[in-house]
């Protein structure tokens, strides 16, 4: 972070103390070099035990463009690095001295507006990883002291001697992400309906039969089908329950819509699920085509996510009032666009975090962007300490065991 | 790996006296009451099951009449790696669908014209693959090129790339037996891959890195080899001037104009690269990675990882990258050496089916015989469906890694009961219906009069190439509620009506969802 420091001459603290009056406010000692954005008030004590709480963790797979989505109008670089891609500070919502939202994400600015709605900026990996897959394995398995492949999400739900099957769960995927890999068992489906087996519902036969063949069947193709044997029953209640979107969310007709109108299914139901994973192969990794506000992956992308983010908190009603969610990518993209409308690989990215108890606005530390070739966001906040604030405050669970030897600092984006 | 399988012999009490008796007697062939009219079928010694299991897409009866007529497994497995063995299938199946013989210009007039969008064309070559994994004489050959497809992935729906797919698909296929090096070659330079990872709209004056990143990180040296973004910077400037215009006119070309020109280096690989024709560059630079040591490691720990099991041993690794560098990237004598070696013969029954290869098992399991596609909704184009249902089609996969080859990625809750799905459509016939031939129940019987025991073992054959054991005949009890000793006729309920409920029970196995 060196040399970004020295490149923060401060002038974007200048711009932003113009008209976010709010700044200093409850923040002591901020170095020379950095500000924090954020509306930050009295830290407020939160309830000592919360129960029926959920995460909800939604990846934005390939990498989203965090400039893009939380544009830093303030600071002129972006401009200067983006002739092309970049967004007018006018076409900008909810704009302050600082950063603007995209316009597609109006669909969130009843959340954003109604203070359910916090933007973290500047997130990212401790040291920049260029790569996809060892970024994605690095940060979902978030630990780095350890060989063992484990990933955070399955820490967390493996914290305490909870044995319900479906606590942790991975929505809209057959495959489980790293960040659910690990000894404590979870529950991957494509969907509500996959959740059933095959032949049994006319047949007591079957089950008996599927005992037999796998009640002691070794290795992990075992597990494999004790697990689902196991999850049909559990996940009954979700299967009788109505299918239609309540509050008339309108999902979007893609993936995330479907992933996530399923979690909302499946949190109404009550059947105990704490943490949901969904992915979002949004076709984030725009290393061409990005666009513009006219054309390209970047408004499609982002009105999926709007749509679907907005339907689901619709959709859950006053229960979104105890499900949290994040949003997170593997990196950034680069601060300069390349000859062809895209950002290749960068570093630090923005992280949303949504619904129940949080504190919305602007958070992060910012560090003047350079407009080089190389030039990344710098990461200013460990991603972890984002993710660490809703674990320890949403679900009572403890740094040390979700997040080994991390030492978060406070973000302040969740009460 | 039958031994493994079976369940630890249990407490008697534990068993019905009927079910106890057969158990015993099914170990004893040619005994019993009913061995004087129940002749079991031949099948292979259980190491031969292994790596047929392990290099096609399952076994059938007819394979095992294959091999016995090529004097055993490894005169077949020799047969199948020889270029001159006949490959009738592939080349009479080519037309079933008009896109994978179609030209790019076709290919984009028919989308165009919205005779075939381009999303079918691709999907009608991953259907092409399918059928070819299940009926293609060419076994090993079908099941190196999905390893190498995978390994040099291109993804079904990756935009501009959809239109070089086919192409792309059957150029691997013609080198999957060749040398990794001549594979490379092709492979990066190829238009699907240009189009997929941006090379072919890289230009001189800003080199796009994704190519150039990913040629390093997934195609060859890995990270482990240690190179440098800067690297990684000159990987994509020697990859310029390999353009397609993409959205336009779709030509293909080599365009000495867009070639980044100046020293290049890249590990110890270094190139004065001083010609606007960057492609003698471009090669020696593909050549130097397809040799490097590091590449050997992780083409070698690849094979060991599809072939072998999900965690071979770091000697087996170091063994298996030596030949490949030994014989100049060749591929033959790798796979030589790893079915050799007593990790592979220990490994029996390790690896999950991955969601395309329990589908093309399921259909030579069962005998089902795909058509030419003519009806509305056939088989040959359902079978892609089948592959989706069960959470991955042959190159769905999203991101230029290929698919996950490991047991965890492929045992979570959906996918289970997707399969188990899956297996109840197709034992009953019931998806899909058009334009394949299932085995009808009566046929099944190989005798007119059968103990239910002996019926289960004579499936059990058939279906997973193996004698059953006792959890099978058990768990086949339990799902038509039959002892073994009950009297199986054609008319019997299990003929006219059960054989879908008790297909599933050899389906619906360990035995059957792992190779």
């Given amino acids: 972070m060196g040399d970004n420091d020295q490149r923060s001459a401060c002038h974007e603290c200048d711009d932003y103390r113009i008209s976010r009056r709010t700044l200093l406010r409850g923040v002591i000692g901020i170095g020379a070099t950095t500000a924090l954005f954020g509306t930050t008030l009295v830290q407020t004590a939160y309830a000592a035990a919360p129960v029926g709480n959920v995460l909800v963790v939604v990846s934005l797979r390939g990498a989203a463009d965090g400039l893009s989505l939380v544009v830093p109008h303030g600071d002129a670089a972006y401009y200067k690095a983006r002739p092309n891609i970049a967004i007018p500070a006018t076409k900008l919502l909810a704009r302050n001295g600082f950063f603007g939202l995209h316009p597609n994400l109006a669909p969130l600015m009843p959340l954003w507006k109604a203070g359910r709605m916090a933007a973290v900026h500047a997130t990212g990996l401790p040291a920049p990883n260029r790569s996809h897959f060892a970024a994605m394995e690095e940060l979902e398995d978030a630990d780095p002291g350890s060989a063992a492949r484990i990933g955070w999400l399955n820490r967390l739900v493996g914290r305490d001697s909870s044995t319900n099957v479906l606590r942790g769960m991975g929505m809209g995927m057959s495959t489980p992400i790293t960040a659910l890999y690990g000894p404590r068992a979870t529950v991957t489906t494509a969907s509500v309906d996959d959740m059933s087996l095959a032949g049994a519902q006319d047949n007591p036969r079957r089950t008996t039969a599927m005992r037999t063949t796998w009640g002691a069947a070794p290795g992990e193709i075992g597990r494999g089908g004790r697990a689902a044997l196991a999850a049909v029953n559990a996940f009954a209640p979700v299967r009788a329950s109505a299918a239609q979107p309540a509050n008339g969310a309108k999902y979007a007709d893609d993936d995330l819509g479907r992933a996530l109108a399923a979690s909302a299914r499946t949190i109404r139901a009550g059947v105990g699920v704490e943490v949901i994973a969904v992915d979002h192969d949004g076709g984030w990794d725009m290393h061409t085509g990005l666009g513009t506000l006219e054309w390209g992956a970047m408004l499609r992308a982002s009105q999926s996510l709007s749509q679907n983010l907005a339907a689901f908190y619709t959709d859950l009603g006053s229960r979104g009032d105890k499900v949290t969610l994040v949003t997170i990518s593997e990196f950034g993209r680069r601060v300069k666009e390349n000859a062809n409308y895209g950002l290749d690989h960068g570093h630090g990215n923005v992280m949303f975090v949504l619904g129940g108890g949080v504190k919305g606005g602007y958070y992060g530390k910012w560090t003047r962007l350079a407009a080089t070739d190389d030039a990344d966001v710098p990461v200013t906040t460990d991603y972890r300490s984002v993710l660490a604030e809703v674990v320890t405050k949403r679900l009572g669970a403890s740094t040390a065991t979700v997040f080994p030897g991390f030492k978060p600092v406070t973000v302040g984006a969740v009460r | ?515």
């Fill in chain 2, 1 to 515: 790996m039958s031994e493994a399988r079976a369940a630890a012999p249990s407490p008697a009490a534990a068993l019905p006296a009927t079910l106890h008796h057969t158990a015993r007697t099914l170990g004893k062939p040619a005994a019993a009451v009913k061995a004087a009219v129940y002749q079991p079928i031949s099948i292979l010694a259980p190491e031969d099951l292994h790596l047929v299991n392990r290099f096609t897409g399952g076994w059938t009866p007819a394979l095992g009449r294959q091999i016995a007529a090529a004097g055993g497994a490894a005169g077949w497995f020799a047969q199948q790696l020889s270029a001159s063995a006949p490959d009738t299938f592939y080349q009479a199946t080519a037309a079933w669908w008009t896109s994978n013989t179609a030209s790019t210009s076709t290919l984009l007039a028919r989308d165009r014209k919205k005779t075939e969008p381009i999303w079918e064309a691709v999907a009608n070559y991953e259907r092409w693959c399918l059928a070819r994994r299940i009926h293609s004489e060419r076994q090993v050959l079908e099941t190196m090129t999905a390893f190498w497809e995978n390994h040099l992935h291109v993804p079904a729906e990756a935009d501009a790339a959809q239109y070089f797919r086919a192409s792309y698909g059957k150029t691997i296929r013609a080198l999957a037996l060749t040398s990794f090096e001549r594979l490379l070659q092709v492979a990066v330079t190829h238009p699907a891959m240009g189009c997929y990872l941006d090379n072919a709209q890289s230009t001189k004056k800003a080199p796009n890195e994704n190519l150039g990143r990913e040629l390093l990180e997934l195609h060859t040296v890995g990270r482990e080899s240690g190179y440098t973004e800067n690297d990684v910077k000159n990987s994509a400037r020697i990859l310029t001037g390999y353009r397609v215009d993409v959205w336009n006119t779709w030509n293909v070309r080599y365009d000495p104009t867009a070639h980044w020109t100046g020293t290049v280096k890249v590990l110890d690989f270094e190139h004065p690269n001083t010609a606007a024709d960057g492609q003698a560059a471009a090669r020696a630079y593909l050549s130097y990675l397809a040799n490097h040591p590091s590449t050997a490691q992780r083409i070698a720990r690849k094979l060991a990882i599809r072939f072998v099991s999900d965690a071979p041993s770091s000697e087996l690794v170091d063994r298996l990258a030596e030949v490949y560098l030994a014989n100049g990237t060749a591929i033959q004598p790798v796979l030589l050496e790893l079915v050799d070696s007593a990790e592979f013969r220990a490994a029996a029954g390790a690896k999950v089916r991955t969601p395309d290869e329990d589908v093309v098992a399921t259909y030579r399991a069962l005998g089902a015989n795909l058509r030419r596609p003519s009806a509305a909704t056939p088989a040959a184009n359902q079978i892609l469906w089948q592959t989706t249902a069960l959470g991955m089609r042959p190159f769905g996969w999203p991101r230029p890694d290929g698919r996950p080859d490991q047991a965890a990625a492929w045992v979570s809750v959906s996918r289970m009961l997707a399969s188990f799905q899956i297996h109840q459509d197709m034992a009953g016939g019931w998806w899909p219906t058009a334009g394949v031939t299932y085995v009808q129940p009566a046929a099944r019987l190989p005798i007119p009069t059968i103990a239910f025991g002996d019926f289960v073992d004579h499936l059990s054959r058939s279906i997973l190439g193996r004698p059953a054991t006792w959890v099978l005949t058990k768990a086949a009890c339990d799902a038509i509620g039959c002892a073994p000793t009950t009297t199986i006729t054609a008319a019997h309920d299990v003929i006219r009506w059960k054989m879908p409920r008790l297909l599933t029970v050899f389906l619906d196995t360990p035995t059957h969802m792992t190779r």
